[in-house]
């Protein structure tokens, strides 16, 4: 990790580069037009035959190749400090744990564009789920939209603040963006100034080469659901990726969901226990890692369990299920159809069925009777 005054360097660095490179392109321009004039007069002279100065024929060309270099340093100024799109949907009970860090990270983009709905879980369907489809859509197509009329110069970083089911569905309807950058913001309880927990990655462009699932996660199942009801047949799929994965009890979430069997997916240096996840920190290239093998190893369970629905919880960084949705939509993987998301809604309380996307099964996963 940068020592905290590099940090705040950049950071202050960051809110003047863009005035900087604009002044300095806007000086190498004036210099190209003075010294252009020069040479030109002496091309046209009012009196007497045209002549060629040596020396200012190579101040042209220096600073032609000066213009050159200053339009470079102001397209990567204007890439590195970009727009920053913040997506933020939670319940309305919920605190807002990143409006600094947002504050923060704004000083030094160019522009901020916030999608910021707020959901209320105490709202359910007539069959008891979460149904948060039309606010997915609406904020899907909002965000596309800021996305493609941002400026075609400047680069995209994406921070989201959202519940995962919510991350999964808009990230799969994420644009084609080149280079689009994911933010994962400071955590509460972290100073917002320093950036030290923030991380910036990049989605992958190719698909992991072979034996990369392997080395990078586990898959432990199937494991049997305590007491399921008869007539139990749903799988449960676990996606433990943070440090919330160990305060739940992971049979204690798929009872009652008519779930027979559950697999638990982790990285695969954290053992069953989940212990490691409590201090886990993923870092840029570990994300950008799990965003390749992640969604194949879910596809590759989907198409496992055949026609059984599937029931998944998960703890995800929020910029993982973001790009896992946007992983799975690569891939192929009609992920959405008979699939449940239930939503870990505080200890000792019962999982929420949230629905997020037109596909899943209208119908609540709740056992009844």
């Given at each position: 990790?940068a ?5 705040r ?8 580069s ?12 004036a210099l ?5 004039a ?5 091309a046209?002279?009012?009196?007497g ?8 024929l190579a ?9 050159w270099?200053?339009?470079?340093h102001r397209?990567?100024?204007y ?5 920053l799109?913040?997506v ?5 009970s ?6 600094d ?11 901020l564009?916030?999608?910021t ?8 369907s007539?069959t008891d789920?979460?149904?948060l ?10 965000l ?9 110069d400047?680069?995209?970083t994406?921070?989201?603040n ?5 991350a ?13 950058q ?6 509460p309880?972290v100073?917002?100034?320093?950036g ?9 462009a ?7 699932v392997?080395r990078?996660?586990i898959t432990?199942g ?18 433990a ?10 049979p ?5 969901f008519?779930v ?5 997916i982790r990285p ?9 996840l ?6 840029a ?15 590759r369970?989907t198409?496992?369990v ?10 995800l960084?929020?910029?993982l ?11 192929g993987?009609?992920?959405f159809?008979?699939t449940h998301f ?6 000792g ?9 037109p596909a ?7 056992e009844t009777?």
């Amino acid at each position: 990790m940068a020592p905290l005054s590099w940090i705040r360097t950049a950071r202050v660095w960051g809110r003047t580069s863009v005035p900087l490179a604009n002044f300095l392109a806007a000086g190498s321009i004036a210099l190209v037009t003075a010294i252009l004039a020069l040479v030109v007069e002496d091309a046209v002279p009012l009196h007497g035959s045209p002549e060629a100065s040596p020396w200012r024929l190579a101040a042209l060309g220096g600073s032609l190749l000066l213009l050159w270099l200053v339009l470079s340093h102001r397209t990567s100024t204007y890439q590195r400090t970009g727009t920053l799109f913040y997506v933020r949907t939670l319940a309305s009970s919920m605190e807002d744990w990143h409006a600094d860090a947002v504050s923060a990270r704004h000083r030094y983009q160019m522009s901020l564009r916030s999608v910021t709905p707020w959901i209320d879980l105490s709202q359910r369907s007539a069959t008891d789920v979460v149904d948060l489809v039309g606010t997915c859509a609406s904020t899907s197509a909002t965000l596309n939209l800021l996305i493609n009329t941002d400026r075609d110069d400047t680069g995209y970083t994406l921070a989201p603040n959202m519940l995962w089911p919510v991350a999964l569905a808009i990230g799969a309807n994420l644009p084609t963006v080149p280079d689009l950058q994911l933010l994962e913001l400071d955590g509460p309880g972290v100073h917002a100034s320093n950036g030290s927990n923030e991380v910036i990655w990049k989605l992958p462009a190719q698909p992991p080469p072979p034996g990369l699932v392997e080395r990078e996660l586990i898959t432990s199942g199937p494991i049997s659901v305590d007491g399921p009801r008869p007539g139990a047949t749903r799988v449960g799929v676990m996606l433990a990726f943070s440090r919330k994965a160990t305060e739940m009890d992971l049979p204690g979430v798929f009872r009652g969901f008519g779930v027979r069997e559950y697999h638990v997916i982790r990285p695969h240096k954290v053992g069953p226990d989940l212990r490691e996840l409590a201090a886990k920190q993923f870092g840029a290239q570990q994300l950008m890692v799990l965003t390749q093998v992640l969604p194949r190893e879910f596809a590759r369970l989907t198409t496992e369990v055949g026609n059984r629905e599937l029931v998944v919880a998960a703890a995800l960084p929020k910029t993982l299920a973001l790009a896992l949705g946007w992983g799975l939509a690569q891939v192929g993987c009609a992920f959405f159809t008979d699939t449940h998301f239930v939503l870990f809604n505080g200890c000792g309380k019962p999982f929420l069925p949230v629905r997020v996307h037109p596909a899943q099964p209208a119908q609540s996963p709740i056992e009844t009777g």
